[in-house]
């Protein structure tokens, strides 16, 4: 699979909303939203995310946007529970944050960005 | 019974004794929790089935949802929040459960749920949406009726803010229900309280408690229904059993005593107890109990019944718990009872353990296996009071009632033998199961004069007119030998007491005999001499009475000779009227004269 195929393969199988890094070769950040339905609580987290994200690892993050509604099967990969769940796939390792991710102090701890 | 649900408990008559209830219920596939609960758990609703670790709540959730799916058609969903479908499918395979072949022809479905606190951060507000979306599609993937939640209350230990879990645990209960889902959800035991994290407020419908707890080294396990809404249940604390075949409930009362009693008799291989026994023996199908003190000879007239069964062609099964196998046989060699041609055409066969090697309710089932495989005629367990080694008192008397109503129901003959303890009266078994048996077979040992002799005699035996009289036996090479007791002035005497009084007897007897020759000839005697008189006198009267007619005779002749001389003298004088006057004197002193 080529690089730049992939996120949209994926899409057109799996239905994600994928955002690519603006700059190519520097998404050494994966991440992945699991929401549930297009809700306030879905969209609020969406938003507090991408406000991280472009501050904090502009050009180099790709995240993903999974929506257990239409996906059910995929909760079980990452073992999903809770609503809605980021799920930071790299770098290593795995964490998991969930909320609606109001509170950026803990989601950048969460996330380990802190010290910046 | 048959009937799988409520509707069926409801046309039930009101003198049913079966539980009543006006909820449905679904098969729980437990062997006789349905019993117990009349008829299943609630269907549609959740089961919280709650207990200790290691009580088999897992186990329990997995035959449900096993039991379900491959006899109840109805596809499950096992979601796990302990172990991995790997593991659950391992641990359950030595159950007999085929859980991966079910997985694979889509009739139930698991999805292991792993949450790991140190993962997890929290950043806001969540809920668990992710839980039903899995659950949910779970459901859908098998087309669910029954789904299993083990052990829900994991997520409080792998995920922070336990208000959120409650609203949540809440709102999955609501969700289950609505989609009419019988569910059983796990719980671990909490201190003080039936779950760690209260889920009984939660499951309101019904609660079971699973108990494991060690008496005296031996492991017992017990089911409660601590509540069960809208049904009458059984409220006892039910011992159970895990073994290859998965749980068994054992409802104490659930067996109904419904087996046909049969009319036909059994031999118990001893003439003359059959003849005390209505000249035929027990009935078949009974219970029936042997009880005595040590040595009074319980086991040999066990296994004199039993070698009688294996000589009939028909087959016994030997529960020793005192004896190996072949000490018994060793012994009863020794009063002419071989059971060694019987042990090896396999008509016989002798199961020893020792009672404390595994609890009670494991030697109920063994012994319901070995019944099941062998289809004896006759069972014996010798003797029921080692159980009690094995449990408490209750225990043993609820598995005796148990086995018997067993043995009962397959028209099994049995022979109980029980100890009694030297010091307590002897028409009381230790086990108490005196009431519960048909015939009741006492033996004593009586001493006296500086010896034991054993006595047998029936102290119950339902439905037939039998002995009221105690015999005494012996045991020797050539077995069994049976005497009556000594029934006379002196008592009821047995051993060396019956033998003296009967000499005595005897001795008695026969001084009345040589009286009675003594007075047959005094008697003789009496008669000859009376006889001797009378003969005396005959002879003594036919002497005088010759004599005088002798003598009457002269006087005839001297009274014809005057008359003649006189007449002559008168014809010769020719004197006056001759034949007046003096004539009638002389006639009148004639007459005298005579």
């Given at each position: 699979?080529?690089?730049?195929?992939?996120?949209?393969?994926?899409?057109?199988?799996?239905?994600?909303?994928?955002?690519?890094?603006?700059?190519?070769?520097?998404?050494?950040?994966?991440?992945?939203?699991?929401?549930?339905?297009?809700?306030?609580?879905?969209?609020?987290?969406?938003?507090?995310?991408?406000?991280?994200?472009?501050?904090?690892?502009?050009?180099?993050?790709?995240?993903?946007?999974?929506?257990?509604?239409?996906?059910?099967?995929?909760?079980?990969?990452?073992?999903?529970?809770?609503?809605?769940?980021?799920?930071?796939?790299?770098?290593?390792?795995?964490?998991?944050?969930?909320?609606?991710?109001?509170?950026?102090?803990?989601?950048?701890?969460?996330?380990?960005?802190?010290?910046? | 019974?048959?009937?799988?649900?409520?509707?069926?408990?409801?046309?039930?008559?009101?003198?049913d004794p079966q539980p009543r209830c006006s909820i449905e219920k679904a098969w729980s596939g437990i062997r006789g929790l349905d019993e117990i609960t009349g008829g299943g758990l609630p269907r549609g609703r959740p089961t919280l089935v709650c207990g200790g670790p290691g009580c088999g709540k897992t186990l329990?959730?997995?035959?449900?949802?096993?039991?379900?799916?491959?006899?109840?058609?109805?596809?499950?969903?096992?979601?796990?929040?302990?172990?991995?479908?790997?593991?659950?499918?391992?641990?359950?395979?030595?159950?007999?459960?085929?859980?991966?072949?079910?997985?694979?022809?889509?009739?139930?479905?698991?999805?292991?749920?792993?949450?790991?606190?140190?993962?997890?951060?929290?950043?806001?507000?969540?809920?668990?949406?992710?839980?039903?979306?899995?659950?949910?599609?779970?459901?859908?993937?098998?087309?669910?009726?029954?789904?299993?939640?083990?052990?829900?209350?994991?997520?409080?230990?792998?995920?922070?803010?336990?208000?959120?879990?409650?609203?949540?645990?809440?709102?999955?209960?609501?969700?289950?229900?609505?989609?009419?889902?019988?569910?059983?959800?796990?719980?671990?035991?909490?201190?003080?309280?039936?779950?760690?994290?209260?889920?009984?407020?939660?499951?309101?419908?019904?609660?079971?408690?699973?108990?494991?707890?060690?008496?005296?080294?031996?492991?017992?396990?017990?089911?409660?229904?601590?509540?069960?809404?809208?049904?009458?249940?059984?409220?006892?604390?039910?011992?159970?059993?895990?073994?290859?075949?998965?749980?068994?409930?054992?409802?104490?009362?659930?067996?109904?005593?419904?087996?046909?009693?049969?009319?036909?008799?059994?031999?118990?291989?001893?003439?003359?107890?059959?003849?005390?026994?209505?000249?035929?023996?027990?009935?078949?199908?009974?219970?029936?109990?042997?009880?005595?003190?040590?040595?009074?000879?319980?086991?040999?007239?066990?296994?004199?019944?039993?070698?009688?069964?294996?000589?009939?062609?028909?087959?016994?099964?030997?529960?020793?718990?005192?004896?190996?196998?072949?000490?018994?046989?060793?012994?009863?060699?020794?009063?002419?009872?071989?059971?060694?041609?019987?042990?090896?055409?396999?008509?016989?066969?002798?199961?020893?353990?020792?009672?404390?090697?595994?609890?009670?309710?494991?030697?109920?089932?063994?012994?319901?296996?070995?019944?099941?495989?062998?289809?004896?005629?006759?069972?014996?367990?010798?003797?029921?009071?080692?159980?009690?080694?094995?449990?408490?008192?209750?225990?043993?008397?609820?598995?005796?009632?148990?086995?018997?109503?067993?043995?009962?129901?397959?028209?099994?003959?049995?022979?109980?033998?029980?100890?009694?303890?030297?010091?307590?009266?002897?028409?009381?078994?230790?086990?108490?199961?005196?009431?519960?048996?048909?015939?009741?077979?006492?033996?004593?040992?009586?001493?006296?004069?500086?010896?034991?002799?054993?006595?047998?005699?029936?102290?119950?035996?339902?439905?037939?007119?039998?002995?009221?009289?105690?015999?005494?036996?012996?045991?020797?090479?050539?077995?069994?030998?049976?005497?009556?007791?000594?029934?006379?002035?002196?008592?009821?005497?047995?051993?060396?007491?019956?033998?003296?009084?009967?000499?005595?007897?005897?001795?008695?007897?026969?001084?009345?005999?040589?009286?009675?020759?003594?007075?047959?000839?005094?008697?003789?005697?009496?008669?000859?001499?009376?006889?001797?008189?009378?003969?005396?006198?005959?002879?003594?009267?036919?002497?005088?009475?010759?004599?005088?007619?002798?003598?009457?005779?002269?006087?005839?002749?001297?009274?014809?000779?005057?008359?003649?001389?006189?007449?002559?003298?008168?014809?010769?004088?020719?004197?006056?009227?001759?034949?007046?006057?003096?004539?009638?004197?002389?006639?009148?002193?004639?007459?005298?004269?005579?």
């Amino acid at each position: 699979m080529k690089p730049g195929e992939g996120a949209a393969g994926r899409r057109r199988k799996g239905g994600m909303r994928t955002r690519m890094p603006s700059r190519r070769g520097l998404s050494s950040w994966q991440l992945r939203l699991y929401i549930a339905g297009q809700t306030a609580k879905a969209a609020a987290a969406i938003e507090n995310l991408q406000r991280i994200c472009e501050r904090r690892l502009h050009g180099r993050y790709q995240l993903e946007v999974v929506d257990l509604l239409k996906n059910p099967q995929l909760a079980r990969g990452d073992q999903i529970l809770a609503i809605p769940t980021l799920v930071r796939k790299l770098p290593p390792p795995m964490k998991k944050i969930i909320g609606d991710l109001s509170d950026e102090e803990r989601v950048l701890v969460g996330l380990d960005l802190r010290p910046t | 019974m048959a009937n799988s649900s409520g509707r069926s408990s409801q046309r039930r008559s009101r003198s049913d004794p079966q539980p009543r209830c006006s909820i449905e219920k679904a098969w729980s596939g437990i062997r006789g929790l349905d019993e117990i609960t009349g008829g299943g758990l609630p269907r549609g609703r959740p089961t919280l089935v709650c207990g200790g670790p290691g009580c088999g709540k897992t186990l329990f959730a997995m035959e449900f949802l096993v039991r379900g799916a491959a006899e109840h058609r109805e596809p499950g969903v096992f979601m796990s929040f302990e172990e991995t479908e790997a593991e659950l499918a391992a641990n359950v395979a030595s159950l007999g459960f085929q859980v991966e072949r079910l997985v694979a022809q889509k009739r139930i479905a698991i999805d292991y749920v792993r949450v790991e606190r140190a993962e997890i951060l929290e950043t806001g507000e969540f809920n668990l949406e992710g839980l039903f979306v899995r659950l949910q599609h779970a459901v859908e993937s098998v087309g669910a009726r029954r789904v299993v939640l083990d052990t829900v209350e994991s997520l409080f230990a792998g995920l922070p803010s336990p208000e959120v879990l409650r609203s949540e645990l809440r709102r999955l209960f609501r969700w289950l229900k609505d989609r009419n889902l019988t569910t059983v959800i796990t719980g671990e035991k909490g201190e003080g309280s039936l779950t760690r994290y209260g889920l009984e407020e939660y499951v309101s419908d019904c609660v079971l408690f699973l108990d494991h707890r060690i008496i005296d080294q031996i492991s017992t396990r017990r089911l409660r229904v601590v509540k069960y809404r809208g049904s009458t249940h059984g409220t006892n604390e039910y011992p159970f059993l895990i073994d290859e075949g998965g749980i068994s409930v054992l409802p104490i009362t659930s067996l109904a005593l419904e087996g046909a009693a049969s009319s036909e008799r059994v031999s118990t291989g001893l003439p003359r107890l059959d003849e005390m026994l209505g000249g035929k023996g027990f009935y078949r199908g009974t219970t029936n109990l042997v009880s005595g003190t040590a040595g009074s000879g319980k086991t040999s007239i066990a296994t004199a019944m039993a070698l009688d069964v294996c000589r009939e062609g028909k087959r016994c099964l030997y529960f020793a718990f005192e004896e190996s196998a072949s000490q018994i046989q060793r012994n009863m060699r020794s009063i002419g009872i071989d059971l060694e041609p019987c042990l090896r055409a396999g008509s016989l066969r002798i199961s020893s353990l020792r009672p404390s090697v595994f609890g009670l309710e494991m030697h109920l089932v063994a012994m319901h296996r070995a019944v099941e495989a062998f289809e004896p005629e006759l069972v014996v367990v010798d003797p029921v009071s080692n159980l009690m080694n094995a449990g408490t008192l209750l225990d043993t008397r609820s598995l005796l009632t148990r086995l018997i109503d067993y043995l009962k129901v397959r028209g099994i003959t049995t022979l109980f033998t029980s100890l009694t303890p030297g010091g307590n009266s002897l028409e009381e078994t230790e086990v108490g199961v005196s009431s519960l048996v048909d015939t009741w077979l006492l033996l004593e040992v009586v001493r006296s004069g500086g010896e034991r002799n054993r006595l047998l005699s029936i102290i119950k035996s339902r439905g037939m007119r039998h002995s009221n009289q105690a015999v005494e036996f012996r045991l020797s090479d050539r077995g069994f030998g049976f005497l009556d007791t000594y029934l006379g002035q002196g008592g009821v005497l047995s051993g060396s007491a019956r033998v003296t009084q009967e000499a005595e007897d005897r001795a008695a007897s026969a001084a009345l005999d040589q009286e009675l020759v003594r007075r047959e000839a005094l008697r003789d005697s009496h008669r000859r001499a009376f006889e001797a008189r009378l003969s005396a006198l005959r002879d003594e009267f036919e002497a005088k009475d010759a004599e005088l007619v002798m003598e009457m005779e002269e006087v005839r002749g001297e009274r014809d000779r005057t008359t003649r001389a006189r007449t002559e003298m008168a014809r010769s004088r020719q004197a006056f009227g001759a034949s007046q006057a003096p004539a009638g004197k002389r006639t009148r002193r004639k007459e005298d004269g005579a």
